[in-house]
């Protein structure tokens, strides 16, 4: 819910400073009332994050994400992008599954890996949802201010805002870290014109000499500590990128066919994560564990169906295709798998042929190597 703002003689009277201060403490206590497990708030200055994207653009490890350099500054500057603002309000709220079973899927490789944080329903609606509500209860409390809510709808540099308000670190990883709760959490903003008090920013690096998240990462996505080329990342392979991923990454992403989780799954501080309690977050039966040759066999209608509501959509029927192909081309051959991939060698899209291909060919390797005739 955007709440337009309202001239000052709207007001009955100018709140004091300590209403202001009552009112953040309230803020926070109706935040983890609504679900969320912390909130900070800072100002508007992105600090070194600034420079720190312009250089990351200038790299060009964006991408094909355009988006990230479309509104410039508008980006790191929240006033400029929402006149009169003045106070960012980042809220952080724990997603993963009480049974997620990562480690065993990401071992058979007869199964699709999909990234834990999309296992339920698309956080978007349910964040929105309840920043929204949260945003009502503020202007009940203060009326006469403006209020915009963001869950990845709009050019806002949520990392930074929320490790200058204090809910982590950013991690060799790029990613937040807090000491409480690892790193598996999703970041919402609400961007207003209330000069409420800030939060210290969380400013000490838990990292040490930890490089676990570069060391693992199957692509070597890493150009160094805190510098993630999104180029060679699985998850921009496997759902930004909508055209053919490069020959040399396939073998490399072994059966992730929506995102990737190994940076998160070897940081030493998700054992202090904790389990979602959103029920909205319950993994879906058909994600959690699924088989390859099962999904590669939906049609766009099935896929469509069994993806409503859920954030797999973004990556499209096409793109899941060819992921899956890749997942395939990476499994152990079987003549099952190999029949799978014969049935979508005369497939309408370019895309999905040449990948169909590709998995085709390494099979042909793989019993050259062994000599044996597949199995099933």
Known sequence: MNIPPTTPTAREKNPSDDEFQSLAANIKAWARELG?????????DPGEHEQRFIQWLENKYQGDMDYMGKHGSKRYHPDQLVEETSRVISLRMDYLPEDSRMIEVLKDKNKGYISRYTLGRDYH??????LNLLTQKINEAMSGFYFRAFVD???????????????GWFGKSSMIINRQAGTYFFLGEIFTNIPLPLDPPYEKDHCGQCTECLDKCPTNAFVSPYVLDARRCISYLTIELKGAIPEELRPMMGNRIFGCDDCQ??????????????????????????????????????????????AIRRAGYESWLRNIAIALGNAPSSEKIINALKEKQDHPSNIVKEHVEWALKQHESKLQLIDITPKA
Do not use: M, Y
Request: include cysteine; proline fraction near 7%; glycine fraction near 4%.
């Open 36 to 44: 969320f497990q912390q909130v900070g708030i800072t100002d508007v």
């Open 125 to 130: 609606k349910l964040i929105r949802k309840r």
């Open 153 to 167: 709808s709009a050019p806002v540099l949520e990392r930074a805002f929320a490790q200058k308000s204090g809910l």
């Open 265 to 310: 799954l070897v940081c030493p501080w998700n054992r202090f994560s904790k389990s979602s309690q959103e029920t909205d977050f319950t993994p879906r039966h058909q994600f959690t564990a699924p088989d390859l040759i099962d999904l590669f066999n939906w049609d766009e209608p099935t896929f469509l169906k069994l993806t409503e509501g859920s």
